[in-house]
């Protein structure tokens, strides 16, 4: 199998600091399989997001360390092995929303961080989050994930003094529009700096927390280095 | 002065409890004292919404009770007069909202409300409105005024247990859409029950929490009577 | 079964009136069946709305009482026990509104009001409502459901002295947009003080009625208990 | 004063029934003279809509008899010298729907249309209509003008038996969002057979109703006269 | 079977001319037999639109005169029966139209209108049209339907004297969205007088344009009884 | 006066045929005349859009051959000095499309083009254009500027064998959207090959039909040159 | 099988340079049969776009030359026939947008272009068209195919100096809104120049760039024949 | 003068490392100085945006340091005393986006940054960008301001290694819709973990920029503390 289309971006690890990443929908077992070899042969780690259990198995038919993530559709290689530093926290407000809100967590794990995970505290039943704020006390970046109103991400806001990345998740209905409601309410919040990816994309928040998070260790670094 | 093509919907008090109210913007003065005038043949209430001064001075005139309402921009006759029974509350997230709010206080007080005004509440400092809602636990319904993410209904929403009306502003800019954005997210609040009116219109909310206060009221006296 | 992300709103029937509904749309039915356990450990009543046939059966072999709603695709706990008192009205447009008009009514019972029903009385049959308008005359609050031109809630609105709450459908086709021609429309009745749900949300129409009704029976309760 | 890229369609009349008609707005004085006069060559008729009093000024310096309709904010030549044969009506929703009303009634005349004139009959007052109905019993076409939620096009649309060509305003705020609100309730009016026009357009309203009033004298004519 | 939400509006044929039609999407056979039962008592004409296969063989196995109309996916009776007098057009532009167009038609001609058919004259090759003007030539009305960008109606519109009602449908992709483009384009025509309905609106059409005949017709018989 | 943050792109001819164009609209007289004296440095040519006659006196003040062209709102210098070769067309439906049309027209006369200017020829006079078809025989590309309908776009579409560039336009009104609805239109057009830019960018379609003839042009001397 | 509704347009090659083009989707193998066969009555050349393997079947079944082409979801009559003349590219963002810019490809093809595939350059990765834009020098035109943000259009269109016509594609989640986001970003490219056609659109892309090219060969032709 | 209305969020800088800042537009010189005053009791530092010389000057009164900084619209207090440690980028594509770009700047310097300014690098002119990139690499985040197609945000988030925050801004026209276009470009970016802000919202970018950096500097601390 191959495919002639494809020019894999090979220098973009060493340019951005990950390898490129493979979107599964939409592409064949085959194709993710042909793409993942390509990108295996230059990295460590792989990382593909929307996928299917299909796909999984067709790369792990040549990768037997790739590992399939139910809960964010996605599968993975070097997960485990790639060490953790620093932390990040991913908090979402419902059960409908934890899929997205997994996506983002793996992805920020892919990236090499902790990452602290506060599921189910949306603001109808605010003491749930004001009870458990101090477990994001040490977290260098926060993903909040939210459907409906997206108000968590400006009650988040107001409450934390590190960078705030919010996802809008298309749960709800009606006026929800798929997910204009919350992602116009984040763009739109009271707190300021809350910053806004695309609508269910866990995997964009993910990867800025991660690379935020990459990008402090490499300044600690070149820092205890001097 | 008068206008052929206006019919007064002169039992509209006997039915709905409340009489015709003018929407003072883009009437000149003179149609806005003639209907007015009409008005008060029937009842002894008047309420100009979106007014400005010419038009009170225009209504003054003629009736010298007529009183000017800047910061709500309206005009009332019998204001003062009105008995103020039960009570409902008008809260509200930052400054810029303060003129829908006071236009949704004055009206419930049209109505015959006591009104609590609670203001600057925004969710991006929690604990403002936290410290401050034992002023709110008399109130039989909440009128709640934000724009931007129009985040406070939602929070407000999961800490009262009477009936919530949420009025989104147009407050903000950009993606906050002239207030499409706090509308969308109120329509889909995580906190169930919430009900919305319109853009800016505080009038509809005063309207809708002082004619639920006045109901309660009229089956109170109808008990009581009993 | 068990579901670590669930962090139950325990707290929230003493805080609000009402315990946790469950949204069954999108969960499983074990999901389902484990989330409602939790309550019914802290509560009597349990709604759960956009329920599935499979979601009663898993919470059926629990707990036996858990009843099945056709109409408003709903289950329910306790739906018999609770005691009526006070009655609203739930008002509907066609035949096609119905489900989402029951799901109004069935989440106002759950709250313990009456429910006058009247259905299939749209604006284009103009009389079928005015011939019938006596039956409103008790009731406390108005639940109008009607989609394509959502015109009963302005209609209603001007006959009644009573809270209105509109709840547009996505019943009609093309330019109705999925609901959002009544939606826009009900926001800008002429008919002023209607408040508005969100598309299809029967629940949230319901809850408010249901909510504005209790409201009211306690404030009748602490009158005649002083 | 002259305009080469302006060329006149002077077969127009001869082909559809009427003149070619200048929208005034965005024209200079100068440009609505010489047009004007260019058609007023072929034709005994000329409609100028959304004109200013200084295009009227213009044109009446060439033709005594061009007349300024301030309601309707548009200038004529021959609206008297019309005959009227037949009747359509013009009905409207509020005081400020009146200018879009008057410029469609204006133009029905010009078609040779007699006009019913029935303002200020929203549906928030039911009775207002309903009571005056018989007017309308002799019109060969209703013309229907409505702001806000644009109810008035649907219970109008129930109660008679002749074409209903329904017109949504501007009248409105917030989430009227320009007229858009009536515009999409008016598409899905639930009364079938009602037909829709531009927002505001109370000239394409008109001249549809009028060009039908016509269409039939023509045909009578033409009966008559087998 | 019966449903007790139905309320049928038997008064409708004497008030409007014409009796409830049964809007068949979304309801079961069941459902449109009994309806149509209870309408059949009262009117000997009955139209179903958005039929089925399965809703017809119900409707027949009661009333064998039950006619089903693939090409306009609808049901009548009666159809044959109702005497043609006057006639009305039916143009449109491609071949994916003509469902809609058809709705249109036999809607026509359920109010006892001729209908000329003019299909698959889209303005891309104008001279289809151009060549065959002629047979409009005694029609007292014209539906156009269109997708994509709608321009026929404006062509179209601009060649004839007579009522015009365009009918958008969803046809195209992309930038037409599901309609949109053609209905906005519509009711923007630049050919004066144009009057539009909702997106795949072929019954709005076809009534309007029988209901406009009809109108003529009790005209005509009043003049001649005279 | 000198603005530190721009960067000229005096590559730009080099590498695309063109200078940099300078937008004029937002920026101050001198600004355009800094900016303008820059690209001048390097080239012969300078078109400023959306110019104002400050803009051009403050520019003509350095430079007295720059010439004001009022119709298309714009500052050229060189354009009588730009050699013409080749031909394209400008095509509009009505008098107010006039100045984007003639923005379009300068646009591809600085780009070395003969500019054949077909004007108010919309299509509810379809015979205006039929009739002066022949003078757009020998042009290489087409450029169409239409609001309201668009419709202009998809006739002419079906009539030619060249390259077709529509341009929407923002006049029209209500539904127009300000140019969406012939914007959608044009992109849906039922004539294939049309190709769109923004609304009222007639700078832009200019641009690309100036490019095209430019660029056979260079193909036709290198042929020649061979 | 005929279809009495389709009147081929047949003179449609001699006016534009192309023969009618069947748009598959929606029409059954018999109706694309059918309409084929009249079509080649009067041509050497098919295209059916967005077409199936079954209506390949039937057209096969008549004409064995008739070819699918799976990538472009395409079938053919006289592809390979048709003599190549000059050259147009077509460019990609990602592989799935492959099928679109197949389809620009295959059409640009049956009007005698060769075509210059360069696929799967998105800006996220600008090396990889940076190092191949020498594989351009030699097109009349270039077909940017692009979704999500629509970049690459702009930066190609900064890049060359030929005509550049962009395709938004449907690729992408969330807030691209199936398109809407490229097409958008492409309408307001900074380049100057790019011409856009609807979502997903690759056939009316590849037909105005095999236009443009036909229409230079056509040029030349003349040229050299004189 | 005084505001009962405003509650100051005084604890808010001990919550999120920064003073409330005032959002000037639509509040009188006077109020902004009454809050500014208040703000000033508990920080050194304030932040004024949106502003108006009026303001300045206000505030000035009281507050000789109070500083106007024109291209940025803002005024500050305490701006020159913050110390500045590490760095960030403002990018921005064109001139008219400075105003955006320059409150991004000045707000990130507020919280402590020093800011590398990287104006008018617009994707037309890539090389622009590529021959300065070299100026980036000691930044610790990047915020991107850009209109129209908003390119430059994924173009410059696959050139680095660091948080890149997007600026939306309403510089275009047209179908450009007020920065909606460059809105969902940049929210549907190709390159992965680009955050986005509001439409115009320099403040929030710089905001959450400057947050960052400082939350690094508070990292670097602990750890040097350590």
Chains 1, 2, 3, 4, 5, 6, 7, 8 share one sequence.
């Not at 939210?146 to 991400?153: I, N, P, V, Y």
Request: aromatic letters at 4%; hydrophobic letters at 45%; glycine letters at 12%.
């Amino acid at each position: 199998v191959s495919d002639p289309d494809f020019i894999a971006d090979l220098e973009r690890e060493a340019r951005t600091g990950f390898p490129e990443v493979i979107f599964g929908q939409g592409k064949t077992p085959e194709q993710v399989a042909m793409i993942g070899a390509r990108i295996l042969e230059v990295s460590r780690r792989l990382l593909v997001t929307r996928a299917s259990a299909d796909q999984h198995a067709a790369l792990a038919a040549a990768h037997p360390g790739a590992t399939w993530h139910a809960r964010a559709r996605a599968v993975t290689v070097g997960h485990d092995a790639t060490p953790r530093r620093g932390c990040v926290s991913v908090v979402c407000a419902g059960t409908t929303d934890v899929p997205v809100a997994e996506e983002a967590a793996l992805t920020a794990e892919m990236w090499g961080a902790e990452v602290v995970r506060l599921y189910d505290v949306g603001v109808a039943g605010l003491h749930r989050l004001l009870e458990r704020r101090e477990l994001l006390r040490d977290c260098r970046a926060h993903v909040v994930v939210a459907g409906m109103d997206g108000a968590l991400a400006s009650v988040l806001g107001g409450l934390v003094g590190e960078p705030v990345i919010a996802v809008p998740t298309s749960v709800g209905y009606g006026a929800a529009f798929g997910g204009l409601a919350p992602l116009l309410a984040m763009l739109s919040s009271c707190a300021p700096g809350v910053t806004v990816v695309n609508i269910d994309n866990g995997f964009g928040a993910g990867f800025a927390a991660g690379r935020l998070n990459a990008s402090f260790e490499r300044l600690l670094a070149r820092r205890d280095g001097a």
